[in-house]
């Protein structure tokens, strides 16, 4: 297994347009989050998956913002009508669901720049 | 809800020297604790977790932490640090019940030789 995969690892778009982004989680895992970090910031939460269903949507995921996980496995995230300030690291984590603190898989994240 | 505090944005240190970097948590049900790892370009990696037991935790790469629940502090340390140490440091809780993690703004460690 080779980990938690963001694709792409960058895009550039003009402020907009729609943009998605897809995370491979490690195969096993049921547990699938979106988080978005800007320059200088940790990590913030955006929503998160148990298999197919999304249990948890942060405030910052604003209407413009939609995350799926059709099947459990591969999940997009995708951005419409794109703004400056949705510029930002966006990272995917997988995990497996069995007891509270189990430790969360990072991909590489997706940086986006909106111009 | 719970919230971090990391007490230092930046910590410069020099090569084979020690190091702490301080992290404070605001929780008001039982918490796990977390200190991850992110190297430029790059996603985050666990160094070590709290969620039970015994308070001093030890990582990877030769980093320990200590949780202090009467302090709700859960302070990175590493008794000789290396040039490949230079790196962001996050720390992170979650509470029993919620999954997601709630992260600290970070410590920018730069190791000088």
């Known amino acids: 297994d080779t980990g938690v995969s963001q694709n792409p690892r960058h895009k550039i778009t003009k402020r907009g347009q729609n943009v998605t982004f897809r995370c491979d989680p490690i195969?096993?895992?049921?547990?699938l989050y979106w988080y978005r970090q800007t320059l200088g910031q940790g990590p913030e939460f955006l929503t998160y998956f148990q298999n197919e269903a999304q249990l948890e949507k942060s405030r910052l995921l604003s209407d413009r913002f939609s995350a799926e996980r059709p099947k459990g496995s591969f999940s997009t995230l995708e951005i419409q009508r794109t703004e400056q300030g949705d510029s930002a690291m966006y990272l995917c984590?997988?995990?497996?669901?069995?007891?509270?603190?189990?430790?969360?898989?990072f991909g590489q994240g997706t940086r986006l720049t909106v111009v | 809800a719970q919230s971090v505090t990391q007490l230092d944005s930046q910590v410069p240190v020099f090569e084979e020297a020690p190091v702490e970097l301080r992290c404070n948590y605001s929780?008001?049900?039982?918490?796990?604790l977390f200190w991850y790892v992110q190297y430029p370009n790059q996603g985050l990696q666990l160094l070590l977790k709290?969620?039970?037991?015994?308070?001093l935790v030890k990582g990877i790469n030769g980093f320990e932490a200590e949780f202090n629940k009467s302090q709700t502090s859960f302070h990175l340390r590493k008794p000789s640090v290396h040039i490949s140490d230079t790196a962001e440091y996050f720390c992170?809780?979650?509470?029993?019940?919620?999954?997601?993690?709630?992260f600290g703004q970070g410590t920018r460690l730069t190791i000088n030789p």
């Open positions: 984590a997988s995990s497996l669901a069995f007891l509270p603190g189990t430790e969360a898989f």
């Open positions: 195969s096993e895992h049921n547990r």
């Open positions: 992170a809780v979650s509470g029993e019940g919620a999954q997601k993690l709630v």
């Open positions: 929780s008001s049900v039982s918490v796990y």
């Open positions: 709290y969620l039970s037991g015994s308070t």
